[in-house]
């Protein structure tokens, strides 16, 4: 069955740092997305990305966060100099996106980021 | 206000048994999506079951069920003869629709963390 995979599981960096999140959606989906969770809060919604460009955004992905599909297959979260309270569980999403039935989100297994 | 609401922050259930985790909803949006996840203590999230606003009947996915109250706005979740390994924390989730009901965002709620004992 296809999944969404997420590379490194777990990265530490330095405050400070640029992080590269990295994300293999499912093949056939269209919309990709990324999330955090802090440890122990819920789920947050960063950024959803649509056609190459980004659809949706949250008052968390500011400047420091960017996203970009490079090629046919990654979608990648960069995050310019990390901060103590970017430590999370960033999980990436896809989903069909296409009209009737749940169109669920499918979720990675997360990236356990670590700012030092 | 919050647009998901799950009051119950831990929850047991002997195993065998029916467990109902709640879940309460808030949109002014009249085409929605309401999902129920499963985060194991491993912390991959998985998708368990689907309402959506204008289903007329209640969602099923084996021993899962979807208690939907439109007018209430609750979409409480059902796990029918509980399993050890129904041990997690559940989110539910709500997606709306807006006009493009494409690739809308998921809200979550704060999750409830439930234990099934022997």
């Known amino acids: 069955e296809p999944e969404v995979t997420q590379t490194p599981s777990h990265q530490v960096t330095q405050m400070g740092q640029e992080v590269i999140l990295r994300c293999v959606p499912i093949?056939?989906?269209?919309?990709f997305y990324w999330y955090r969770q802090i440890l122990g809060q819920k789920v947050e919604f960063l950024v959803s990305?649509?056609?190459?460009?980004?659809?949706?955004k949250s008052e968390i992905f500011d400047d420091q966060f960017s996203v970009e599909r490079p090629d046919g297959s990654n979608f990648t979260l960069k995050i310019r100099s990390t901060k103590l309270e970017d430590s999370a569980m960033y999980f990436c999403?896809?989903?069909?996106?296409?009209?009737?039935?749940?169109?669920?989100?499918?979720f990675g297994p997360g990236t356990r980021l670590t700012v030092l | 206000a919050q647009k998901i609401t799950q009051t119950q922050p831990g929850m047991f259930v002997q195993e065998k048994e029916a467990v109902t985790l709640d879940c309460t909803y808030d949109?002014?949006?009249?085409?929605?999506?309401l999902f129920w996840y499963k985060q194991p203590s491993s912390g991959e999230m998985i998708f368990l079951i689907y309402?959506?606003?204008?289903?007329?009947q209640n969602a099923t996915e084996g021993r899962y069920s979807l208690n939907f109250q439109k007018a209430r706005k609750s979409a409480n979740l059902v796990i029918s003869a509980s399993q050890l390994g129904d041990s997690a924390m559940y989110f539910c989730?709500?997606?709306?629709?807006?006009?493009?009901?494409?690739?809308?965002?998921?809200?979550f709620g704060t999750g409830t963390q439930l234990k099934v004992e022997l």
């Open positions: 999403a896809s989903s069909t996106g296409l009209a009737g039935g749940p169109r669920e989100q499918f």
């Open positions: 093949s056939n989906h269209l919309y």
């Open positions: 990305f649509y056609n190459n460009e980004i659809s949706e």
């Open positions: 949109t002014s949006d009249p085409s929605y999506g």
């Open positions: 309402q959506g606003s204008y289903d007329q």
């Open positions: 989730a709500m997606r709306e629709e807006g006009l493009t009901g494409g690739g809308n965002k998921l809200t």
